[in-house]
């Protein structure tokens, strides 16, 4: 077999791993070192990226300076107390720094619009989403002599005597393997998403039919996981959960969100509401949704019903990520046939819901309190009538923007054992690294990849450095 030597190696070419390369690279020169540094990417380099290639990359920003308010106060109430202060904190005080960073190698960032029509918490955002960022980052690596190594999958992990990371097998495109002998690796592979038999072994039954949200879903496989459990790390996030998004099963398109349903209301196949679609601003309430229609309904489909007056909403457009057209109808019985639900119901369904809609003034863009108040499952927010045809559907499904558990880690990236003692030459960071339970703290994921995965790659030269100084 052959081997080939490389002081550090970063597995995965997202947001995390280029941040990471590039940081190191960065260290390294500052520190008048020569590091040999390699980025393994098991994508094409024309699908490289995992899911930042395909991601708008929404951070939770007020500028780029300063996280929106309260950022460590709703990632530790989302997740019930259980994430990591240190690791939300550090997130809150680096955010604006590495963004800086960031800007300094050519990434724009602007409040673009979103699909969020009405939003709890600012979203900035990359001009040119996730794939600017890659594209940026990865050129500045190379310029200061990062390899990228792409259709390369990291396999195994090695050890030295003392129990330090010492290598990587890697498979490469042919089936053949190759070891890296180095010093220090970087897991920043993705989570688990693309990985049928681990959807079904920590989420549960059916959940190989939860589809990513994008195509570079499709390469987080999770080896870079179970790789690092095998050689004793622990385990950290909601295994269980994934961050869930409501999107067209018709499309191929990337993140084929139909975020506008708080203006309309939800069905199952029977013809009946399920869920309040107006209990809080899109962004707080999407994911919930998403988790509704795959555990309630039955074919894990619903359809956002609407009318006319879906139209008359400004930028409703960015609410519909969908290359597809809706489905439309000149009755709601028609309607009805044409998405295979139950006629009666929803007629029944319609017509209850528009009798008991309020008077009073719509207002797209905040909670505007129009309220239902004598059905079985009132709606809190934006009530208004179906009633001015041609009627609208559109069907959503949930789709798996990425998993939450991975490997527990430390503020620097530090892979930690169940003893919560780091493993010598191992980090994690981006998905690799699980920090989410509950409900995910929106525009958090990118934003964490830029600033652990830089943390990551400055500790890794300085345990490089150590390391080598001791043998």
Request: glycine share 8%.
């Amino acid at each position: 077999m052959d081997e080939i030597n490389y002081d550090l190696v970063i597995v995965g070419c997202g947001a995390a791993g280029t941040a990471a390369a590039l940081a190191a690279a960065e260290e390294a020169k500052s520190q008048n070192q020569t590091l040999s540094i390699a980025i393994l990417e098991r994508a094409p380099f024309e699908k490289r990226g995992g899911n930042t290639r395909w991601t708008a990359a929404y951070m939770r920003m007020e500028n780029i300076d300063t996280p929106a308010p309260n950022l460590v106060g709703d990632m530790r109430d989302f997740s019930d107390n259980l994430i990591d202060l240190e690791y939300a904190e550090t997130l809150e005080k680096e955010a604006g720094p590495t963004l800086r960073w960031v800007e300094s190698k050519g990434v724009e960032f602007d409040f673009l619009p979103t699909m969020f029509l009405t939003a709890s918490r600012p979203r900035l955002l990359p001009v040119g989403g996730g794939k600017a960022i890659i594209d940026t980052l990865s050129l500045r690596a190379r310029a200061l002599g990062v390899e990228i190594i792409y259709e390369a999958t990291a396999w195994d992990l090695t050890l030295d005597d003392t129990g330090a990371v010492n290598g990587l097998q890697v498979r490469v495109a042919d089936g053949s393997s190759i070891y890296l002998k180095t010093n220090a690796v970087i897991l920043a592979a993705g989570g688990f998403q693309g990985n049928k038999e681990m959807m079904a072994q920590y989420v549960g039954r059916d959940a190989h039919k939860i589809p990513p949200v994008s195509e570079g879903g499709l390469f987080n496989k999770g080896e870079a996981i179970r790789m690092a459990m095998r050689i004793g790390a622990s385990g950290n996030g909601q295994f269980d959960s994934f961050h869930a998004e409501t999107v067209d099963p018709r499309s191929k398109r990337e993140e084929a969100a139909v975020m506008l349903f708080p203006y309309a209301i939800l069905v199952n196949q029977n013809g009946e509401r399920f869920t309040d679609e107006g209990v809080s601003t899109i962004d707080e309430q999407y994911e919930e949704v998403a988790r509704k229609i795959f555990y309630t309904c039955e074919n894990h489909i619903a359809y956002m019903i609407t009318d006319q007056k879906m139209y008359t909403i400004p930028n409703y457009e960015e609410a519909l990520q969908t290359d597809r057209p809706p489905i439309v109808a000149n009755t709601i019985e028609e309607l009805a046939d044409k998405i295979n639900v139950n006629r009666e119901n929803l007629v029944q369904t319609v017509d209850d819901f528009n009798a008991d809609c309020p008077t009073g003034e719509f207002i797209y863009d905040k909670v505007d309190g129009l309220a239902t108040t004598a059905l079985a499952l009132n709606k809190s927010n934006w009530s208004i009538p179906i009633n001015e045809g041609p009627f609208i559907a559109y069907p959503i499904h949930c789709c798996n923007v990425f998993t939450n558990g991975g490997l527990a880690t430390d503020v620097e990236g530090r892979v930690l054992t169940g003893d919560a003692v780091p493993i010598p030459g191992l980090y994690a960071v981006g998905e690799t690294s699980g920090i989410y339970y509950g409900k995910y703290p929106g525009g958090t994921s990118v934003l964490r990849c830029l600033v652990f995965g830089r943390r990551a790659g400055k500790h890794a030269v300085s345990y490089i450095d150590s390391y080598q100084t001791i043998r």
